[in-house]
Each structure stands twice: as C-alpha cells, then as structure tokens.
C-alpha cells in the first residue's frame, strides 16, 4: 500500500508540474569567438557579432525551483582577424578575414531557480547543445598601397558528423557537427525573462583528423537574449 501511495504521489507531482510547462520564443546578440590554440585562449579583438532566435520550452522538474529547458535555435558564430593599417596601407598592407558559420542548435539546459516575489525569480543553468552547421560565408578585405579587394565564398562543410565519417575532409572545410556546454544566469518577471550565455565548443570546428597534438580552433559564444513564454503559470 506504501509503495502504491508513493508512486500515486509521484505521477500527481508529475502531472501538476506539467500542467505549469511553457513554450516561448526568444532572442539576442551573440559576440563569437574562436580558440586559437590547445589552451583555449581567444583575443578579443577577433571577436564577431551576430544573432540568435529560436524557441524553447519550460518544463517544471520541481515547480518555481528547478527546470528543463529544451530548445532550437538559429544561431551565428564564428571570429574575424585583422592585420596591418587600413589608413597606411603603403607602409602596413591591411588584410580582414571574416567566417560566419550559422548553425541549428539544440540546447538542453537544466535551470535553478530562485523565487524574489510572487511572479519573479533569478535564474543559472548549465547543459549541453549539439549544433548542426547549415550555411555561412567567409569573406576578405585587403588593401595594398591605397589598392583594395575583397571576396566572399559560401563556407564548405565536411560532413563528418557521428553519424557520418565524411572520407573527404580538408583544411578548408569547417565540420559540420559542433557541440559543447552552456552555462546561463538571468532574471524571469512573470512571463519574460532575460538571460546572459556562455557557450563552450568541445569539438574542434576545424576539418582534418582529431589528435592530441591539434586541439585548436573550437566555438566560443557569449551571447545575450530576451524572451516570453507563453501558457502556464508559476
């Protein structure tokens, strides 16, 4: 009988925590970035802005405490490298190169929540993401002695996600599989909320064989975002 009223209790906590689940819509800026050595370190100056939309969902684990939140969004990365002086360029050839990857990405954070009033909570979360690269461009500026050019090509993806070992990788190429972790803190008021993110690249983005010697060039996004859910309640 015990063991019957325990597991009654766990579904009707199961079914009234689902019943408060939200969907919703959010947005934002991202400033990207992309390791240049084993370490993990980035400069500054070769960061890259872009933008983030999508959707996710909140599922109450433990009401106005804990969450899942499950998501997809459309969202930019990549970095940008400059050398020389665009204004003196007879002295200091000028060179800019861009590469904007876009990707799909499946973010499955887990949210602790902090309650501060009836409709208001702080929020961190942490979990992983797996990206799917879908487009983007990489483009060049130079100019030598007061005389520019430039060019842009689409960005040329390997295919060598899990589920395919692409044969014809090459240097050239990004990989079209990333993934790597999130790590999230914010405010929710009612039904908005406001969120700061860090995404940490575990897979080199790089083509070409993984080895330990050549551990560089992995994703890197600090982004901010607003959003609304709809439904439920608190």
């Known amino acids: 009988m015990k063991k019957i009223l325990l597991s009654f209790a766990a579904l009707t906590i199961s079914i009234a925590a689902m019943s408060q689940a939200r969907v919703g819509i959010k947005a934002g ?6 390791t240049y050595d084993n370490s993990g370190n980035t400069k500054d100056s070769r960061g890259l802005s872009g933008f983030n939309v999508g959707a996710i969902a909140d599922l109450p684990l433990v009401p106005r405490i804990l969450s899942f939140q499950p998501g997809v969004f459309y969202t930019t990365k990549g970095t940008k490298l ?5 204004n ?8 800019k190169y861009t590469i904007n990857p876009s990707y799909i990405e499946i973010p499955l954070n887990f949210v602790a929540k902090l309650p501060v009033g009836e409709n208001a909570s702080l929020f961190a979360g942490v979990g992983p993401y797996f ?14 002695a007061g005389v520019s050019t430039s060019g842009s090509e689409s960005i040329k993806w390997d295919d060598d996600t899990p589920c395919n070992d692409d044969p014809n990788t090459a240097y050239n190429k990004m990989k079209r599989f990333d993934w790597g972790g999130n790590v999230q803190v914010g405010a929710e008021l009612s039904n908005f909320l406001i969120a ?7 897979a080199k983005v790089n083509s070409g064989e993984d080895n330990s010697t050549d551990d560089k060039s ?3 996004v600090f982004s901010v975002s607003v959003g609304y859910l709809f439904g439920g309640g608190k």
């Open 196 to 202: 700061a993110q860090y995404g940490i690249g575990f």
């Open 82 to 86: 400059e050398t020389g002086d665009k």
């Open 29 to 34: 800026w991202n400033l990207s970035n992309i």
């Open 218 to 220: 992995k994703n890197r």
């Open 131 to 144: 990206a799917f690269g879908i487009a983007g461009k990489q483009k060049y500026e130079t100019m030598l």
């Open 88 to 95: 003196n360029s007879t002295t200091s050839p000028y060179a």
